[in-house]
């Protein structure tokens, strides 16, 4: 089983809609969660933190359930430019080694 | 802001031939990365640096070497390339522990 996995879409949602997804991790020692955008061809960037009290960022919200070991990503009113894969990452503090990306989920926004 | 600047962006190379990808960053970062990521497999770790002249594998190591001479400096290095070895490479540098800066990606091909 992998460390991180992802559910790799793609997920095909009009203008305008609102959008989830979920990353599952393994290790229950795992200490910080994020999620990164990566567009066509390009570098992989930070999207934002995942926190134990979920955080919210304009249309986009984050949240970590540690029971279950899962981290969500929801984009509300979704725009074209949110055309993107979305990778989860999951951190251990025991080691720089121990940041596990996930293979990521491909969202494609239709006008 | 973060710059993390890799030497090449596309690199053709024969089997057999040695190559070195360079990459800089300009926050004085401790943490530096190589990554590869192929399609489906996502993003793997090759190797990662603390500190100068400190190196630790990561999950890929072989068929590659690293060298950190100066702080903002991580080489990459592949002795004797191989067609297995064509992949996008990604340079990455962080101050903390999953907050990761890419540089824009060398894609190899090894013929």
């Known amino acids: 089983r992998k460390e991180v996995e992802q559910d790799p879409g793609p997920f095909n949602v009009p203008e305008g809609a609102t959008v989830a997804f979920n990353c599952t991790y393994s290790?229950?020692?795992?200490?910080?969660f994020f999620w990164y955008r990566q567009d066509c061809r390009k570098e992989p960037k930070l999207l934002m933190s995942?926190?134990?009290s979920g955080n919210e960022d304009g249309r986009f919200t984050a949240q970590l359930n540690r029971a279950s070991q899962y981290i969500s990503l929801l984009i509300r009113d979704s725009k074209l430019s949110d055309s993107a894969t979305y990778l989860c990452?999951?951190?251990?503090?025991?080691?720089?080694?121990?940041?596990?990306f996930g293979s990521g989920t491909r969202l494609s926004i239709r006008p | 802001d973060v710059k993390v600047t890799q030497s090449s962006r596309y690199l053709v190379k024969r089997t057999g031939e040695k190559v070195f990808l360079e990459c800089v960053q300009d926050?004085?970062?401790?943490?530096m990365f190589w990554y590869r990521q192929d399609p489906g497999l996502g993003l793997r770790l090759i190797y990662f640096?603390?500190?100068?002249?400190?190196?630790e594998k990561g999950d890929i190591p072989e068929g590659y070497s690293v060298s950190r001479e100066k702080k903002e400096r991580f080489s990459l290095i592949l002795e004797s390339a191989s067609t297995n070895q064509t992949s996008m490479y990604l340079c990455?540098?962080?101050?903390?522990?999953?907050?990761?800066?890419f540089g824009e990606g060398s894609r190899l091909t090894v013929l």
């Open positions: 990455a540098s962080s101050l903390t522990t999953g907050e990761l800066f």
């Open positions: 290790n229950s020692a795992s200490q910080s």
């Open positions: 995942v926190y134990s």
């Open positions: 990452v999951v951190t251990s503090y025991s080691s720089a080694s121990k940041i596990i």
């Open positions: 926050m004085d970062h401790e943490n």
């Open positions: 640096s603390y500190d100068v002249k400190m190196k």
